[in-house]
């Protein structure tokens, strides 16, 4: 099993800058894809951005130029630096670790983009 710790959401003008951090721990397997997705109220669950092993990256059209996913693979951790926030990304955001066999989510942080 894998147990995934997200940490850094909270509330952000318009314009402002948020650091998400996700750390994973357990039953970790070398070749694994993190992701961030997010889901606000009434929507379904969608994939912001992912990152594989070797630091592949994909991101959702919505967040391109916007937001940076990186991880270090020495802590287990991966990141979404979100810039230039939009009241459109409200949301909870879940951090996703993937591997064969394994599929882990996080418990969600709330990201709140108002003036």
């Known amino acids: 099993q894998v147990q995934l710790v997200e940490s850094g959401g909270g509330l952000v003008q318009p314009g402002g800058s948020l650091r998400l951090s996700c750390t994973a721990s357990g039953s970790i397997f070398s070749r694994n894809r993190m992701a961030w997705y997010r889901q606000a109220p009434g929507k379904q669950r969608q994939l912001v951005a992912r990152i594989d092993w070797g630091g592949t990256t994909v991101y959702a059209d919505s967040v391109k130029g916007r937001f940076t996913i990186s991880r270090d693979n020495a802590k287990n951790t991966v990141y979404l630096q979100m810039n230039s926030l939009l009241a459109e990304d409200t949301a909870f955001y879940y951090c996703?670790?993937?591997?064969?066999?394994?599929?882990?989510w996080g418990q969600g942080t709330l990201v709140t983009v108002s003036s």
């Open positions: 996703n670790y993937w591997a064969p066999g394994l599929n882990a």
